[in-house]
Each structure stands twice: as C-alpha cells, then as structure tokens.
C-alpha cells in the first residue's frame, strides 16, 4: 500500500543552523506534497506545500524541494529560530479517486537558544 | 472566519462503550477527512468524503468504524464496542477542493479519545 517515510525521527540544531527533513513516498500517482507543523497539543497546520510539476518552492526561511523521479522531497528551514520548535509531518497526496493523504511519521525538531 | 471544530475535545469510554465523535467542518468546504493520531505518531488516514459521499473508507481499522455525512456539512465518527488500541486523538480536517490551493487541508483541535 501507499507508504511515506520521514527522517530522521527528531532533530537538534542551534539557533540560527538550518535544519533539513526528507521523506520518501512509493506511490507514484502522488502529486500534492504538504508539511504540516504540529506544535504540543495542538492541530497540524500548513507551513507549505509543492506540487508535482514544481521542483522547488520557497516561502521566507523554508523552502521544500520535490524529486518525482526519485520519489523524495525535502523541507528546509534556514536560520532556525526556538519557535521553530515543533514535530513537522510530511504528506503525501494522490487525486485520482480522491485526495487521500498519506502522512510521515513525523520528525521533533529542537532548536537550542 | 471559525475554523474546523469538534465535538467533544475529550471522551473517556470503558472497553465495550460505543462512541461518537463530531466534526463541524469550515463553511463551504466539499472534502472532509477523518484522521487517527497515536501518540508521537502522524496521523493515519481513516476515511474521506466529498460533500456526502463516502468516496475512501480503505483507513477505517475495522466493522466497528463508521462514519457519516449525511447533508454534507456535520460529520460524524462512530466507534462501536470501543477497545483499548482505540485511545487515540482523532482529527478532522477539511478542505476546498478543486479551487487554487484546493488540497490544503485545514484541521480541526482533535478528540482525545481514552479507552478503559
């Protein structure tokens, strides 16, 4: 079935360092790639997202970057700030039938002051 | 404008209760999801609406999940006899779908569903 892996699992980086997480995803027809960050106790909202003709997208301190051949993408945040501190999940999204979303299983980044 | 809410923000159920979990979506969104979210885990997908059609239920973990749409707005998640593996947080999240950013998915604050 359809599968998305995340790494690594959590994260340490110094105030100011940048912090990259990757994902793979197996299902080809996927062409909608979200980042959600989940701070503690609360929903998962949209920091950004690509799609499946654009190989890169930056929004200020975070960019996303997309291989569809490879099947990997990439979140990168630059100049990390302590309220960056948080679990970022990647998706993975397919239209056809639906746009059922596949989530990572998250990565906790820690950005030390 | 409100965002996604549901209904309770906590259950505390005994092995065997049924429950029932309500989710109000944003006004004018078309899809609508179910997630299920373990501790220190992503959300799994459970089950996906487009109005009031049931379009995926392939996440649904088993005969004792069920969920409905029936006017296309409300939706509700029921889990019958509940079992322990079942204490979870259980999302809601919807969407505009087919309009620009259509995909992006706006989530509801979750119900914390404990299972004695």
């Known amino acids: 079935g359809e599968n998305v892996e995340q790494h690594p699992s959590t994260l340490s980086v110094q105030e100011g360092d940048s912090a990259v997480i990757k994902c793979t995803y197996s299902?080809?027809?996927?062409?909608?790639f979200p980042w959600y960050k989940q701070e503690l106790g609360k929903r998962p909202q949209l920091i950004i997202d690509?799609?499946?003709?654009?190989g890169e997208k930056k929004d200020q301190r975070i960019a996303v970057t997309l291989n569809k051949t490879a099947k990997h993408f990439s979140l990168h945040i630059t100049e990390t700030q302590p309220e960056d501190s948080a679990v970022y999940f990647c998706?993975?999204?397919?239209?056809?039938?639906?746009?059922?979303?596949?989530f990572g299983a998250g990565t906790r980044l820690f950005v030390k002051a | 404008g409100a965002g996604v809410s549901q209904s309770p923000r906590y259950k505390v159920a005994k092995r065997g209760q049924d429950v029932a979990l309500r989710c109000d979506p944003i006004?004018?969104?078309?899809?609508l999801f179910w997630y299920q979210q373990a501790l220190g885990q992503g959300p799994e997908f459970l089950t996906y609406?487009?109005?009031?059609?049931?379009?995926?239920k392939s996440g649904l973990p088993s005969d004792r999940f069920f969920a409905e749409r029936p006017e296309g707005s409300v939706s509700t998640l029921k889990i019958q006899r509940t079992q322990q593996e079942d204490s979870a947080v259980y999302l809601c999240?919807?969407?505009?779908?087919?309009?620009?950013?259509?995909?992006?998915?706006?989530f509801g604050p979750g119900t914390r569903l404990t299972v004695l």
């Open positions: 999240a919807s969407s505009l779908v087919g309009e620009g950013r259509g995909n992006e998915q706006f």
């Open positions: 609406f487009q109005n009031e059609a049931q379009l995926d």
């Open positions: 690509i799609r499946s003709n654009v």
């Open positions: 006004s004018g969104h078309v899809s």
């Open positions: 998706a993975a999204s397919t239209e056809s039938g639906g746009f059922k979303t596949i």
């Open positions: 299902d080809s027809a996927s062409n909608y």
